[in-house]
Structure formats: C-alpha cells, structure tokens
Antibody, heavy 123, light 110 residues
Framework: QVQLVESGGGAVQPGRSLRLSCAAS????????IHWVRQAPGKGLEWVAV????????YYADSVKGRFTISRDNSKNTVFLQMNSLRDEDTAVYHC????????????????WGQGTLVAVSS | EIVLTQSPGTLSLSPGERATLSCRAS???????LSWYQQKPGQAPRLLIW???TRATGIPDRFSGSGSGTDFTLTISRLEPEDFALYYC???????????FGQGTKVEIK
C-alpha cells in the first residue's frame, strides 16, 4: 500500500533553517509529482510546494517562495523540503502528498497523504 | 486567486441523518478540478471525491458530490459514527491559482 512518511520536524527559532524528508513506498515513486501541504494548529490546509516526477519543475506558494526549496532523490524514493528564514507563521504540520500525474502542473487533486511532521517556529 | 468558502462552519447532526456541505467558489470553476477530503483528529486528510462527483477508491456510496460553476455540494446520505469529522473542498486553478482549499466544515454529533 502507498505510504508517505515525513520526518525532520521540530522546534526552531525564527530565522533558522530546517530540512524535512518524506520517504515514499508502495507506488512507482519516479512516475509522480509530490507536494507538500501544511496545516497550522487549529487551522485549515495550505498548499506549499510541488515537484515534478523528475525534479525538473517546481512551484511554490507565494507565502514560501524564495525561502523554501523542494527537491527529490528518485534513487531513494525521497522528497525533501528545505525551509530557510523560518517565521512564526510557518508553524504547522507539514504533510507530504502524492500527486496523480507526473508533471508538476495538471494534477488536480491529491490521492495519498502522509501523517505529517510538526514544525514549531518560536523564539 | 480563487477563494473557496465552505458552509456551514459546523454541522450538528445525529447518526442516520443526511449531511449537506456547501463549497462556494469566488468565480466560476471547472467541476473537473473540484475535490473533497475528510480529516479526522490526528489523522491525515483522505480523498473522498474528485472531479466534483467521482468517488475515490474505497469510498462508500453514501458519499456523493455534485455541483457546477460556483456552487458545489458534498452529501452524506446517512451519517455513520465514523463520518463525524472535518471536511475540506479543494480546487486546482492551474498556474494562476495553483491549489487552494476551503476553510473546512466540521460535522459533529448532535
């Protein structure tokens, strides 16, 4: 079965960096785009970033553009989210989410979600 | 950017009752790009409906989606105890508005 397992979250001070990982299994990882979607405590869902099947195309939400970088290693079935210059408002559970197409664009919905990893930004 | 507004914020119903959840878009959208998710406390969201009306794999037929243009509906025909949860609608707007979510509707036991 499809599994997405996030790791790397934790407590961090504003302005610092953190790198999240997502280990995938149960599907042909190199054939699908992967997204990150976050959820602030007690709040709704916010799409963060997407990377295409081969890592060549990436898109970001305006709220993280220039600070976050998504990447992937298809040899290890893993996606990463490098988060720099973290702000209080980045505090959230970050979910790794499988797209339904290979391209970064075109997949209109998300079919599998990981449980998420909590990032807490506070001084 | 397309904004999705869900109503009501909270729906208080009893098991066996019918639940009707609304998702309104700030402008007309393609029904092909409207999806619904269920989230229970401490769990990841689960895909229920995509393309406005197509049930995802393994989703019971008491869940149905409908709508077009700016108004979309998720209906749960007869609430089971496991259906009490948060529900989100989501839209894909291509390169202009990417992926956006509604703020959610909580279905709680009355």
């Amino acid at each position: 079965q499809v599994q997405l397992v996030e790791s790397g979250g934790g407590a961090v001070q504003p302005g610092r960096s953190l790198r999240l990982s997502c280990a995938a299994s149960g599907f042909t990882f190199s054939s699908f785009a992967i997204h990150w979607v976050r959820q602030a405590p007690g709040k709704g869902l916010e799409w963060v970033a997407v990377i295409s099947f081969d890592g060549s195309t990436k898109y970001y939400a305006d709220s993280v553009k220039g600070r976050f970088t998504i990447s992937r290693d298809n040899s290890k079935n893993t996606v990463f989210l490098q988060m720099n210059s973290l702000r209080d408002e980045d505090t959230a559970v970050y979910h790794c989410v499988k797209g339904v197409v290979a391209a970064a664009m075109g997949g209109s919905y998300f079919d599998y979600w990981g449980q998420g990893t909590l990032v807490a930004v506070s001084s | 950017e397309i904004v999705l507004t869900q109503s009501p914020g909270t729906l208080s119903l009893s098991p066996g009752e019918r639940a009707t959840l609304s998702c309104r878009a700030s402008q007309s959208v393609s029904s092909s790009y409207l999806s619904w998710y269920q989230q229970k406390p401490g769990q990841a969201p689960r895909l229920l409906i995509w393309g406005a009306s197509t049930r995802a794999t393994g989703i019971p037929d008491r869940f149905s989606g409908s709508g077009s243009g700016t108004d979309f509906t998720l209906t749960i025909s007869r609430l089971e105890p496991e259906d009490f949860a948060l529900y989100y609608c989501q839209h894909y707007g291509g390169s202009l508005s990417l992926w956006t979510f509604g703020q959610g509707t909580k279905v709680e036991i009355k």
